[in-house]
Every structure is written in C-alpha cells, then in structure tokens.
C-alpha cells in the first residue's frame, strides 16, 4: 500500500517532519518488514503539502495540533475504501514529551515513537476490526475460555521505545549536517498471537514479552470475551494513570469515524471503486 503523509501542526516543523517519516521507512524496510512478512505490506510513505495532492487510492496520515472533539494521542480507522490515520501532536508535547528524542531519556515517549504507532497498526489492520483468538482471563469450571484480542501490533509494548539515527539527504532541500536521534515504537512479532508458540520465541521487537498474548509493563491489552458480550482493558504496571483515557477512546469505538473533523479526511466520493491499487504494481 502506499501512504500519503501531510504535516498540518505548527509544533511538528519541517525538519522534524522529515526525520520522522525517515525513521518510519526504515523501520517498516527493516524491522517490521521483516517479522512480518507479506502480511506488513509492501507499504511506501510519501510525503505531500496537503491533502488533496495525495493521488487517489493512497493512505491517507495528517499531522495536526489539537483533536477538535476529543482528547487523543492519534488513531487509525477505515474510510471505505481507504484506511486513515491522524496523529495530534499537541496532545502529546503538552505531557512534556519531546518531538523526536530526549538526550536525558533516550527511551522517552515521543510524537515521533506515536508516529510509527498508528502507521504499523493500521498496515496490520486497515479496517480496524480484526480480533486474534487466545486465552480467556479467568477461567471457568476449572477450564480457560477462549477471549479475544484486539489486533493492534503497538498496543501491548505502548511505552517500550527504541531508537533510530537519521542521516545524510531525507528529501529536504539540503542533507543533514549531523545525525539526529528519532524514537520510534517497539510492536509485537506474529508469534505474539500464537497460543502454542514457544517461550524461546521472539515476541516483539525489543526481546521484552516472553509468552503470547502478553504485554510489558508499558503497555495495555483490549480483550473481548467469546460472547461478544465484554469488552475490557488490562493495563501494564508502569501505563501512566493520566493516559488511560486516551486508549479508552479506542478505534474500535461505534462513534469514532463520526467524530473525524471533516477537514482531516478526503470525502468518500472523490474516490472511486477500483481507488486501491494491487499489491503488484506491475
């Protein structure tokens, strides 16, 4: 899939912008490509002045200040026949958490580390309603039921960040005069949604889960029981209290594309049938 990304925040500036969406490709070329294999794309990431020049059937991702209805850190979902992302900068710097990297905390939450979040999640689940069977939370007669959980790739390591250094020409009018540091977000390995996977298997990016259907002390889990009838959030012990509200204001909430600022997003019928390209662009 290809995606196009619009800078519309006054906090985010050009430079920063650039670095971001650098520290993006080459996670997704890399990291990410490689634990996920076919199911992670091919996906490219261009960059535009605005949204009307991104071409029909592309991704859409904007940039903004400050959500217009809600409070958010950002989120994907699905406009028919397109998936979209929007991420809200300010939100996330009035918590004090830098653009790209603190020297004084390099595993730091970043708009840059929220960034990468929403891109890897909505490649993983464009449409924003897929579910991964696994354990239950309790269990029943002696016996674990089946739950299911929501298949977001970020959610369960939310706050474990890793580190990527920019370099060299990123598109911008000159190349870089020095690297810059540029966080981006840790995600989960397909073996993380495998019950019987083996404990000596790789679960994430950064080494952190040891099982399947688990998450770090950073992170948050949203797991629906097998009657449809629950849904439920589990919180990892370092998930900041004041953030919660944020993760509760979840994708998968019925309202959600109802809320979406109408300048944020291209209209339904700009776009036509046949907009999604094939995988094979040959």
Request: aromatic share 14%.
């Amino acid at each position: 899939m290809d995606i196009g990304i619009v800078n519309q925040s006054s906090s985010v500036n050009t430079t920063d912008f650039y670095c971001m969406v650098a520290a993006a490709r080459d996670q997704i070329d890399n990291e990410f490509s490689s634990a996920w294999g076919t199911e992670s794309g091919p996906a490219a990431l261009y960059i535009y002045d605005n949204i009307e020049n991104i071409p029909d059937g592309y991704w859409i991702y904007t940039i903004v200040d400050d959500p217009e209805q809600a409070s958010y850190f950002g989120y994907h979902y699905n406009n028919s026949p397109i998936s979209q992302s929007i991420l809200f900068a300010d939100t996330i710097i009035n918590y004090g958490c830098p653009v790209l990297y603190n020297s004084s905390d390099p595993g730091f939450f970043t708009v840059s580390s929220m960034f990468c979040h929403e891109i890897l999640e909505m490649i993983i689940d464009p449409c924003v309603n897929g579910w991964w069977d696994g354990p239950g939370l309790t269990l029943v007669n002696g016996f674990t039921p089946i739950a299911s959980y929501a298949s977001e790739v970020c959610d369960p390591v939310y706050f474990d960040i890793y580190t990527k250094t920019i370099s060299g020409d990123i598109g911008l009018s000159s190349p870089l005069s020095s690297p810059v540091h540029v966080n981006v977000c840790n995600f989960i390995y397909p073996t993380w949604k495998d019950y019987y996977a083996d404990s000596s298997s790789q679960f994430d990016q950064m080494g952190i889960l040891t099982s399947s259907f688990s998450m770090s002390s950073g992170g948050y889990l949203l797991v629906r029981s097998a009657d449809y009838m629950t849904e439920q959030y589990i919180y990892g012990a370092r998930f900041p209290t004041q953030f919660k509200q944020y993760t509760r204001l979840h994708s998968r909430a019925t309202n959600r594309i109802k809320k979406v600022p109408h300048s944020l997003y291209r209209p339904i019928n700009k776009l036509p049938r046949n907009a999604l390209r094939p995988m094979d662009k040959s």
